[in-house]
């Protein structure tokens, strides 16, 4: 069968030859677009990568079978030899900058004058092999799951670090804590308040536990209790006198005790605010190797487990009605909002006392005068 497919752009390169494949994904060059296809390119700055489609112009007469690189003998569909019976290439690239039809882009290893086919972005959900995809929708949490069973305590804190942004020694305790406190309730979380975990403190602890048990801020399986503890209760609704308690002991003594030098930086940039741009790439390094050391040591070393905790449960999130602020306009859930002469106001317009959750932990603030 044949098929029709069109150039849509050319490449401009400093490579008029094939060179190295590292030396040619390491540097830039230019997609130069056709007239015609001008309002294809209508938003493509919204993404960052690209997989370019391109036709090797160059090649050879195709070969099925024959020694690839490193000198192993492979299938033409089993490399990526730029003689195959379709001498089409692919590769990720990204996208530097735009100006009218030039798109000059980073990445892409083909030479100078070679046809270019198509563009598409590139996207992680169809590009990036993932062998769990098809149950994400079912079972959201199903590879958290499985390393909780698996005690994938690193990865669990690889995972961890897409939202906490860095890794920290309070970060790997709270995964472990979770992970510790999962196992011993023998669950899994669902993210629907039938497991909720209550912390008492806001530090980086929190996020590892977050993550692992599924309890979050807004699923509301996270309660919050402002005792300033580095501490973990994570207790089934179906079986609340059967919680089980983590509290990091010593929490300032296990820095202080095995990783001084870690220590000493972290009191000299974060506590002080005195350390250079360097010293503080040095802490973030430095953090992370203490993270990453902490969470492969035996729980008990570091935290005190306690089962059969009795907690008095909330009953779950009520869901409000809305009320209309007669100030702002904005709606309001109900029973948050502040009567005055008959209509009912939101709390920022009234400008009364509020609760706010922050650094320093829960706190009152007054109207400001
Ligand atoms: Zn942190
Ligand atoms: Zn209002």
Same mark, same amino acid.
């Given at each position: 069968?044949?098929?029709?497919?069109?150039?849509?752009?050319?490449?401009?390169?400093?490579?008029?030859?094939?060179?190295?494949?590292?030396?040619?994904?390491?540097?830039?060059?230019?997609?130069?677009?056709?007239?015609?296809?001008? !309002?294809?390119?209508?938003?493509?700055?919204?993404?960052?990568?690209?997989?370019?489609?391109?036709?090797?112009?160059?090649?050879?007469?195709?070969?099925?079978?024959?020694?690839?690189?490193?000198?192993?003998?492979?299938?033409?569909?089993?490399?990526?030899?730029?003689? +195959? %019976? =379709?001498?089409?290439?692919?590769?990720?690239?990204?996208?530097?900058? +735009?100006?009218?039809?030039?798109?000059?882009?980073?990445?892409?290893?083909?030479?100078?004058?070679?046809?270019?086919?198509?563009?598409?972005?590139?996207?992680?959900?169809?590009?990036? %092999?993932?062998?769990?995809?098809?149950?994400?929708?079912?079972?959201?949490?199903?590879?958290?799951? @499985?390393?909780? @069973?698996? +005690?994938?305590?690193?990865?669990?804190?690889?995972?961890?670090?897409?939202?906490?942004?860095?890794?920290? %020694?309070?970060?790997?305790?709270?995964?472990?804590?979770?992970?510790?406190?999962? @196992?011993?309730?023998?669950?899994?979380?669902?993210?629907?308040?039938?497991?909720?975990?209550?912390?008492?403190?806001?530090?980086?602890?929190?996020?590892?536990?977050? #993550?692992?048990?599924? /309890?979050?801020?807004?699923?509301?399986?996270? #309660?919050?209790?402002?005792?300033?503890?580095?501490?973990?209760?994570?207790? =089934?609704?179906?079986?609340?006198?059967?919680?089980?308690?983590?509290?990091?002991?010593?929490?300032?003594?296990?820095?202080?005790?095995?990783?001084?030098?870690?220590?000493?930086?972290?009191?000299? $940039?974060?506590?002080?605010?005195?350390?250079?741009?360097?010293?503080?790439?040095?802490?973030?390094?430095?953090?992370?190797?203490?993270?990453?050391?902490?969470?492969?040591?035996?729980?008990?070393?570091? /935290? !005190? $487990?306690?089962?059969?905790?009795?907690?008095?449960?909330?009953?779950?999130? %009520?869901?409000?009605?809305?009320?209309?602020?007669?100030? /702002?306009?904005?709606?309001?859930?109900?029973?948050?909002?502040?009567?005055?002469?008959?209509? @009912?106001?939101?709390?920022?317009? $009234?400008?009364?006392?509020?609760?706010?959750?922050?650094?320093?932990?829960?706190?009152?603030?007054?109207?400001?005068?």
């Amino acid at each position: 069968m044949d098929f029709n497919v069109t150039q849509i752009g050319t490449v401009d390169s400093e490579f008029e030859q094939p060179t190295g494949p590292d030396e040619m994904r390491d540097a830039e060059c230019t997609i130069v677009v056709d007239d015609a296809y001008e !309002d294809a390119l209508y938003r493509i700055e919204d993404n960052d990568h690209f997989k370019i489609v391109f036709y090797i112009h160059e090649a050879d007469e195709p070969t099925l079978r024959g020694p690839r690189r490193y000198g192993v003998e492979r299938g033409t569909f089993a490399c990526r030899s730029p003689n +195959r %019976p =379709s001498p089409i290439g692919t590769t990720t690239v990204e996208l530097l900058e +735009r100006d009218g039809l030039e798109l000059r882009v980073r990445g892409l290893d083909a030479i100078d004058g070679t046809p270019v086919l198509d563009i598409k972005p590139y996207a992680p959900s169809l590009d990036q %092999p993932d062998e769990q995809d098809e149950d994400r929708c079912e079972a959201p949490r199903g590879r958290i799951e @499985r390393a909780i @069973r698996n +005690r994938e305590r690193e990865e669990l804190l690889l995972r961890t670090g897409e939202i906490h942004g860095h890794f920290c %020694p309070y970060l790997a305790l709270g995964v472990m804590a979770g992970v510790h406190a999962m @196992r011993e309730l023998k669950t899994e979380s669902e993210g629907m308040e039938d497991i909720v975990a209550i912390v008492e403190t806001n530090s980086c602890f929190a996020d590892g536990v977050q #993550i692992v048990t599924g /309890c979050t801020f807004g699923n509301n399986a996270l #309660i919050y209790r402002d005792f300033g503890k580095t501490a973990v209760t994570l207790v =089934s609704r179906d079986n609340p006198d059967e919680g089980v308690r983590v509290h990091v002991k010593e929490r300032e003594e296990i820095i202080e005790r095995d990783y001084p030098a870690a220590r000493e930086l972290f009191d000299r $940039v974060i506590g002080e605010g005195k350390g250079t741009p360097a010293d503080r790439e040095r802490l973030t390094e430095r953090w992370a190797e203490v993270a990453f050391d902490l969470i492969e040591r035996p729980i008990h070393d570091l /935290c !005190d $487990v306690e089962s059969g905790v009795a907690v008095d449960l909330p009953d779950r999130a %009520p869901v409000f009605e809305d009320a209309i602020c007669a100030d /702002c306009g904005e709606s309001v859930m109900a029973p948050k909002a502040v009567e005055r002469d008959g209509e @009912r106001y939101c709390r920022d317009c $009234v400008d009364g006392s509020f609760l706010q959750l922050d650094g320093r932990g829960l706190g009152r603030i007054e109207p400001s005068e």
